[in-house]
């Protein structure tokens, strides 16, 4: 999976059109930037939960039209940043000096895909079988997926707030931004974990009106929209250890 | 035995400016690269810079290193004083066949290992393994491994002071405004100080040590002022507004790319013209006393030319693929190259640029200044070193063989 950083890669498709000269220091660098690379799987991350977030609420509704397009465009997303992902993954040799612990780097980078894992899974899942929301779980359904996308979206400020802290050379008061930003995405998974708890009780209480294998797929449903707000979180506890002195 | 002098004279002048113009095109390129990388000057710009100051810079700090490979590397007393003609050809001819090759191949061999090699190795096979003042290269080896060191200390050290002093502060765009002035009035400082302090200039202006120093104060303090002048509209459009920062330093990024043109000029010129001084004195051959003052501006108009005319093309491609390279970086990366560059110059220590600079480059990376630098660079750079001594003095013998042979 890892393959090592190959000089030969830089140097490769430079002498397809350029003459020949001696450059150690070129030789020291990478052409994309590793956070940089980092934000750009974010932006998939973005693009998705963005897409979730108006198709879900759809769905709870009860429209289902257009739903298997979505899905697609999930799908997509996914394999657009699993690219990224593995790009990146790719040209990180042991040698690699950065400024941050490489582990810890590429665990954010694991969980932030995982995000995407679980969106593609989850569109897949209910674009197979439309499971009707129960009229009177509707509302706290909603509540509970904006909480989700909240969640995310929160984690997209702290993940994005790494620009400043590699311009910065990583000086506190960046450090202490990023960590607010970060209690904001657990206040929200927090949030996010209590609705969880009150929608699984109203599916326990309906569970004689309706059908065993909607209540199966009710459950389902929450545990899985859950989980994204899950690993949202844990890309921020990644990031926090990341970027620990 | 007139025309056989102007022939030998007028072909090692030949096989000098030509290692002078590889030396521009290659190492001059390289080394303004991290200027044009952070965008803080243009290509045209950076080869008019290093034109005009790397001249500068051989003329008058340029002597200390040149002395060191023209008589310091072998002692040329052991040697029957008709070799020394022969030999000193076969160590350019064996150190420029080294940078052509390594300039086709693409290996980061350096031009200072080159020629220090190729002159060991006339040494050995004239003299005697005696002859070569070992010593004198130790020191030059031990220069090696230090002058990448010292350059990434330098280069963490003025990045560290960049970030306590303006990125960690609740105003940076106001920090940098001063900060930056003081920083860059300190390279104007050291500049002049080089150029006044035990140089010709000094010498034939009779400039003293104390002298030397005031008016190195005097000029820091006219840059600084000018410095903030420059910078005085210069307003922050949010709190932490890092962009302006970096503005501010792209500015002061022209000056350190004038220090490191400046240095390069100082101690890569010898690499060039050192053997030739060895046997030219005014026009006639014959073991010399001091260094001409027009082989030292062939040599700067040799590396002058390299970079004017090869050099930008090496320049533009080297600094496109450090574009992640940004101001505030580039400026500690060149202060830190450039400064142990001319100290090395000042004690007549031949060292790579390249190299230093590579150094300066680990140094901001070590800061967590870069995002990913990589490490196997410096093995690469230890392999070169530990090959090109080898093989440029085995080259240096062969053709000393070959060309005694014939004459």
């Not at chain 2, 243009?42 to 002597?63: M, R, S, Y």
Request: glycine share 8%; proline share 3%; with cysteine.
């Amino acid at each position: 999976m890892l393959k090592p950083y190959c000089l030969r890669d830089i140097i490769g498709d430079r002498m397809k059109n350029e003459s020949h000269f001696r450059a150690p220091i070129s030789n020291t660098f990478r052409k994309k930037t590793p956070f940089n690379q980092l934000l750009d799987h974010m932006g998939k991350v973005r693009e998705c939960v963005d897409l979730l977030g108006v198709g879900l609420i759809k769905y709870y509704k009860g429209d289902y039209k257009d739903f298997s397009e979505l899905a697609k465009k999930v799908s997509k997303l996914e394999h657009q940043a699993d690219l990224i992902k593995s790009d990146l993954r790719s040209h990180l040799p042991s040698k690699l000096l950065m400024p941050v612990d490489k582990g810890r780097f590429l665990w954010t980078l694991r969980e932030q895909d995982a995000i995407l894992d679980h969106a593609e899974n989850l569109v897949e899942m209910l674009d197979m079988r439309h499971t009707k929301i129960p009229k009177e779980l509707q509302p706290i359904f909603i509540e509970h997926a904006n909480l989700v996308i909240e969640t995310v979206k929160a984690m997209e400020i702290a993940i994005e707030n790494i620009r400043d802290l590699v311009e910065t050379g990583f000086v506190k008061r960046e450090r202490e931004q990023t960590k607010e930003y970060i209690h904001k995405v657990h206040d929200f998974e927090y949030k996010a974990d209590k609705k969880r708890y009150e929608m699984t009780k109203g599916i326990y209480k309906l569970e004689k009106k309706l059908s065993p294998m909607n209540v199966y797929h009710l459950l389902k449903i929450v545990d899985w929209v859950d989980e994204i707000a899950d690993h949202a979180e844990n890309v921020s506890d990644w990031l926090r250890s990341m970027i620990a002195k | 035995m007139e025309l056989n002098n102007i022939l030998i004279i007028g072909s090692m002048s030949t096989i000098a400016f030509y290692m002078a113009w590889c030396i521009g095109a290659n190492d001059v390129a390289n080394s303004m690269a991290t200027a044009v990388g952070a965008k803080a000057i243009t290509h045209k710009q950076a080869v008019l810079i290093a034109g005009v100051l790397v001249f500068v810079g051989a003329i008058i700090v340029g002597p200390h290193v040149s002395e060191t490979i023209k008589s310091g590397i072998i002692n040329i007393n052991t040697i029957n004083s008709s070799l020394i003609i022969l030999g000193f050809i076969s160590a350019l001819l064996s150190a420029a066949f080294w940078i052509t090759l390594s300039t086709w191949k693409e290996m980061p061999i350096s031009t200072t290992h080159s020629i220090i090699g190729a002159l060991m190795g006339f040494g050995i096979v004239a003299g005697g393994i005696g002859s070569v003042n070992w010593v004198k290269v130790g020191s030059v080896a031990l220069s090696w491994l230090l002058s990448p060191l010292f350059g990434c200390i330098l280069a963490f050290l003025i990045f560290k002071i960049i970030v306590r002093s303006i990125f960690a502060k609740k105003e940076p765009v106001k920090s940098a405004k001063v900060v930056g002035p003081i920083i860059i009035g300190f390279t104007g400082f050291l500049i002049t100080a080089s150029l006044f302090l035990k140089t010709p200039l000094s010498e034939n202006f009779n400039i003293t040590e104390i002298h030397g120093i005031i008016i190195s104060i005097i000029v820091s303090i006219i840059i600084s002022i000018i410095a903030i002048y420059l910078f005085s509209s210069i307003k922050a459009k949010k709190e932490e507004d890092y962009l302006t920062v970096e503005n501010i330093f792209k500015k002061l990024q022209i000056g350190t790319s004038c220090y490191v043109a400046f240095s390069i000029g100082a101690n890569d010129v010898a690499n060039a013209i050192g053997p030739v001084a060895g046997i030219i004195q005014d026009g006639t051959l014959s073991q010399a006393t001091s260094i001409p003052l027009w082989l030292l501006a062939l040599g700067g108009i040799g590396i002058a030319v390299g970079a004017m005319t090869w050099g930008r093309k090496v320049m533009q491609t080297v600094g496109n693929r450090i574009t992640n390279l940004t101001n505030t970086r580039g400026f500690s990366v060149d202060f830190g190259a450039a400064t142990t560059v001319l100290v090395a110059s000042k004690l007549g220590m031949p060292i790579s640029t390249s190299h230093t600079v590579v150094g300066a480059v680990i140094g901001v990376g070590l800061a967590r200044g870069l995002e990913a630098v990589n490490l196997n660079v410096i093995k690469k750079i230890v392999i070169s070193w530990l090959l090109t001594l080898p093989i440029a003095a085995g080259t240096c013998i062969v053709i000393y063989l070959c060309l005694s042979h014939i004459a």
